[in-house]
């Protein structure tokens, strides 16, 4: 039986030592048939034991699987209230990556079409086959968006990626690390500046350990070096993800992603962000975007696996704002599997999504 808290924190310290559970992709599978609460699939979420724009749509539309796997409904108004208060708990995990709410409202659109068979087993049935779907294309949305991504990277690149994009941020390969990936699979020859991304780590714990285990190579640096080592011409391009982006072209992604943005404009650094269209919110203007505030001891505490260590005064206060917003101005192109959208955005965004049925 798989060892769900070793899923969910693949990155362990034993015996002094880095180790991985060994997957570029994600065994959903296993991690839905190991706990059948949703509320675990919540916590999981909520504490970043899953995290990632994509990675937490899917694990929230397999946490809608097991309500509906594990729901003691006869009926289908019982089944689709028990959905409903799943959906409810979900969502409120985390407000600013969309692809959670994305996933909620794809599964239970779902549901309701299949409720007019009136066959409860059928609801359930289809509720895990959307779960599946979800991941299916998320993996295969990768893929595609690594390769068209990889088309803007040449030859001796030095490529300045934050947070984490990689498999560990996606149900598998990964955004803007799935087209670093892609770059280096083709044999380009690049090399990778990866943040550090505190408070949580995310660059200096997952991304590094993906980047040193796919044997690409890199270095690691801490979040405040990225002005330097621009000004010194250390770096030739910028992918990172993102975990909104607006119509407009403003995107909400990882806090330090403004910064970067600024100083790579700055410094005429190329900047892409690279998201699927699942990332994209058709909906929502600037003024809706939630920025998440996580706990303060996040700052004032080591990362993960050593949060119990202050870095600080413990009583001091701190602002923790989980990510920021970078405006369209700074930004080159946003790659998503549909091709790469230029500036300006508010024709090519809605140009890609109406590719993909959205009528706006
Ligand atoms: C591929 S998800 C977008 C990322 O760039 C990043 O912001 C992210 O992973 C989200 O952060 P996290 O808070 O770790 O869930």
Redesign the pocket.
């Known amino acids: 039986m798989v060892n769900l808290d070793e899923i969910f924190k693949p990155i362990y310290f034993k015996d002094g030592q880095m180790f991985w559970i060994d997957t570029r992709y994600i065994p959903w599978e296993e991690i839905w048939r190991h706990t059948k609460d949703y509320n675990r699939v919540a916590q999981a979420i909520k504490d970043?034991e899953i995290?990632?724009?994509?990675?937490?749509g899917v694990a929230a539309a397999f946490g809608m699987a097991l309500a509906a796997i594990y729901s003691n409904a006869r009926n289908i108004d019982e089944l689709l209230k028990d959905l409903e208060k799943a959906k409810e708990v979900l969502s409120k995990t985390?407000p600013?990556?969309v692809n959670l709410f994305w996933a909620l409202d794809r599964v239970m659109q779902a549901a309701l079409k299949a409720s007019e068979s009136g066959d409860v087993e059928k609801v359930r049935e289809v509720v895990l086959n959307e779960a599946y779907a979800i991941q299916r294309e998320d993996i295969e949305q990768n893929v595609r968006m690594g390769k068209i991504g990889a088309e803007l990277i040449e030859d001796g690149d030095v490529i300045l990626t934050?947070?984490?994009?990689g498999a560990l941020?996606?149900a598998g390969y990964?955004?803007?690390l799935g087209v670093i990936r892609a770059a280096w699979e083709q044999g380009k020859r690049i090399e990778v500046i990866a943040t550090e991304t505190r408070p949580?780590a995310?660059g200096a714990r997952l991304t590094v350990w993906e980047l040193v285990r796919e044997g690409i190579p890199a270095k690691l640096i801490s979040d405040t070096m990225v002005g330097y080592l621009m000004s010194k011409k250390k770096i030739s391009k910028v992918f990172?993800?993102?975990?909104r982006i607006l119509l407009s072209g403003h995107f909400?992604?990882?806090i330090g992603?403004y910064q970067i943005a600024v100083l790579a404009h700055y410094h005429k650094v190329p900047f892409y962000t690279v998201?699927p269209t699942s990332?994209i919110d058709p909906k929502r203007t600037l003024d809706q975007l939630v920025i998440?505030e996580r706990s303060p001891e996040e700052v004032r505490r080591c990362p993960y696996p050593y949060e119990k260590i202050y870095v600080t005064v413990p009583s001091i206060d701190v602002y923790n704002p989980?990510?920021d917003v970078t405006p369209p101005e700074l930004v080159t192109g946003i790659v998503t599997e549909e091709g790469v959208a230029y500036p300006p955005y508010w024709v090519s965004l809605r140009e890609i999504m109406r590719k993909k049925g959205y009528q706006i």
Do not use: S, Y
């Open positions: 970043m995290r990632g724009a994509p990675a937490i985390r600013t990556a934050h947070c984490n994009t941020a996606t990964g955004t803007a949580v995310q990172l993800g993102a975990d909400a992604n990882k992603t998201a990332t998440e989980a990510f």
